[in-house]
């Protein structure tokens, strides 16, 4: 069986496997946590002038999907989807609307943590080049 590179195989400079050990109990806790309800909750806790924020058209069918199977009113919630790197330019293009409230699809907010868990290893492996010339332990 071919080994399919994950977010984990990226963390080569966290030596003491903090980075690692966070990915691993993120992903244990997606695991337990499907079907219990997260889109459910937040779907029933819009507002009206919500801004949700998600990962894909498949995610942002499911919260429509899902408000309407629950007779919630989506006609003033705005569902946008984006990437963390695009995030920046969506606030410019937002700047202004005063009094919307933002909410993050859970699988966006779990493929963002998880970015930042690698991107950490990133931040070592740049430091430890700056530093020296020689590979680190």
Not at 71 to 86: C, G, K, N
């Amino acid at each position: 069986m071919e080994h399919r590179p994950t977010a984990r195989d990226q963390l080569d400079y966290d030596l003491y496997g903090f980075a690692s050990h966070a990915l691993y109990g993120i992903d244990r806790q997606n695991s337990i946590c499907r079907q219990t309800g997260r889109t459910t909750r937040m779907v029933k806790a819009l507002r009206p002038n919500d801004l949700v924020i998600t990962l894909t058209a498949q995610h942002r069918r499911h919260i429509e999907d899902m408000a309407k199977s629950l007779d919630v009113d989506l006609s003033d919630v705005m569902i946008v989807i984006t990437e963390r790197a695009h995030i920046d330019a969506l606030g410019k293009a937002l700047r202004g609307r005063v009094g919307r409230r933002v909410v993050y699809d859970h699988e966006w907010t779990l493929a963002y943590t998880k970015a930042q868990l690698v991107g950490s290893s990133n931040v070592l492996k740049a430091m430890a080049a700056a530093l020296t010339e020689v590979e680190p332990l």
